[in-house]
Each structure stands twice: as C-alpha cells, then as structure tokens.
C-alpha cells in the first residue's frame, strides 16, 4: 500500500526547532569569535615596529591609514540645488 506524505522544509517537532536553535547560536557564536580573534590580530599588528613587520613578513603599509572623504554639513542640499 502506498503512503504520501507532505514535508514542508520547516521543523515540524519541536526537537528539529531545537535542533536549528543551536545550529544557529552555534554560528553566530562562531561568527563573533572569529571577528573577536581578527581583531585581536590588527590589535597585536598595531603593537609591532616597522622592522619587527619586516621580520615576519607582513607588509609595513598596510596598517597605514587610508584616506576617507570628509563630507561637510549642507553637502547634499547643495548638490541637490545644483541639480
């Protein structure tokens, strides 16, 4: 005899939403460890000298600072009047 059965893709028993609950705390848990290692890596960059930089490799200007744009105040207004 032949049985259909109709599976929606979402957890129907109440141990497939616990199941997904900690496969998602498990990720974001992960996620936040590894921003947290990354900045204590940029961290510990920033405490070395140029020559210690030198010594392992990493490139000197890279922990330069970049430019940024400074927008001032009204820019937009501005630019929209312009138009």
């Known amino acids: 005899m032949a049985t259909t059965d109709y599976r929606s893709g979402y ?9 997904a609950l900690k496969e998602r705390l498990a990720c974001a848990a992960a996620a936040f460890a590894k921003q947290h290692r990354h900045a204590q890596t940029l961290r510990a960059l920033e405490s070395l000298g140029h020559d210690q930089l030198q010594d392992i490799g990493y490139p000197a200007n890279a922990l330069e600072s970049r ?3 400074e927008i001032k ?9 312009m138009r």
Do not use: K, Q
């Open 11 to 19: 957890a129907t028993h109440a141990g497939d939403i616990v199941h």
């Open 73 to 81: 105040a009204g820019l937009m207004t501005n630019l929209m009047s």
């Open 67 to 69: 430019p940024a744009i």
